[in-house]
């Protein structure tokens, strides 16, 4: 999809702007305090599971009590970038083979396409040298991780919900949930290397030891998601010189999602969503300034 310019309009206080920035869909949500260039800017990836679109992402995540422009990026293969034949064909894909297919493509590009959006959204809504915030649920977690540890853009903090930390142990643990055996390749181990951040945890001290929060559902898969995210904690409290950088928290009662299904379209916020979305604020207005 080619760049799209649009008017530079300058949103009014709290008045949320959709569009497409440099071929990348995304909602973006001025600072509480109004627009201004030295306020802290957040961006936010959704999940594939509900909610899969930056609209619901949005609506389950606002974090509206935050002095910081909200930033909410599509990614590809979901909602507007469906691919032709729809969820049917995203299923397909992902039958066939999730980690080629999808997450292995989904993450690449999203993290390459994000450089030129987000200099497009700083041009359009003035955005100036403010703290940068990165927050992702599942594979947009995986996403937010990529942008911080290859240095996409210097984030002061990360907010990571259900997240996608070892791509490896997550599939396997999938397969078993449905009852099948991935059969890892070469190439699909290459992006399992890439999406193993507990591998790579000397790379968050390279990026400056951003504040990393970790929050996970309790009804989540253990060895999917609840595991993976305590190795990391334990790997970055061993590696930062202030171990009160890192955080895990386990949400009471939730699972993987954050939303209802369908999760395409903004809905009520559900309360395990508002828990996290209380504890997204707290943390990024403490590391964001």
């Known amino acids: 999809m080619p760049a799209t310019n649009e008017p530079a309009n300058e949103p009014a206080t709290n008045e949320a702007v959709s569009g497409v920035a440099a071929g990348v869909p995304f909602i973006a949500v001025p600072p509480a305090g109004g627009p201004r260039p030295s306020a802290p800017a957040v961006v936010a990836w959704h999940m594939m599971d ?8 949005a609506a389950a995540l606002p974090m509206n009590d935050l002095d910081a422009w909200r930033i909410y990026m599509g990614l590809p293969l979901s909602g507007s970038r469906l691919p032709e034949g729809g969820v049917d064909e995203l299923m397909r894909l992902g039958y066939e083979d999730a980690v080629l297919n999808l997450q292995g493509p989904v993450v690449s590009q999203a993290v390459e396409e994000f450089p030129d959006a987000f200099a497009t959204l700083r041009s359009r809504f003035d955005l100036g040298a403010g703290p940068i915030g990165l927050v992702g649920g599942s594979i947009g977690a995986a996403v937010a991780l990529q942008v911080l540890l290859e240095q996409r853009v210097v984030a002061s903090a990360a907010v990571l919900v259900s997240p996608l930390i070892q791509l490896r142990q997550s599939v396997d643990a999938m397969a078993r949930q449905f009852g099948f055996t991935y059969t890892w390749s070469d190439e699909s181990s290459r992006i399992a290397e890439r ?4 591998a790579r945890a000397a790379e968050f001290v390279e990026a400056g030891e ?3 929060l970790l929050a996970v559902g309790e009804q989540d898969d253990a060895d999917g998601f609840r595991v993976p995210a305590a190795a990391l904690r334990e790997k970055l409290r061993e590696l930062y010189a202030d171990d009160e950088r890192i955080e895990l928290v386990e949400i009471a009662g939730m699972g993987h999602a954050l939303a209802e299904e369908p999760g395409v379209e903004p809905a009520p916020q559900t309360r395990y969503a508002a828990e996290v979305d209380r504890q997204a604020v707290a943390w990024l207005r403490t590391h964001l300034g």
């Open 50 to 57: 509900a909610p899969r679109t930056e609209a619901a992402f």
């Open 195 to 198: 999406l193993d951040v507990v």
């Open 210 to 212: 951003p504040a990393v």
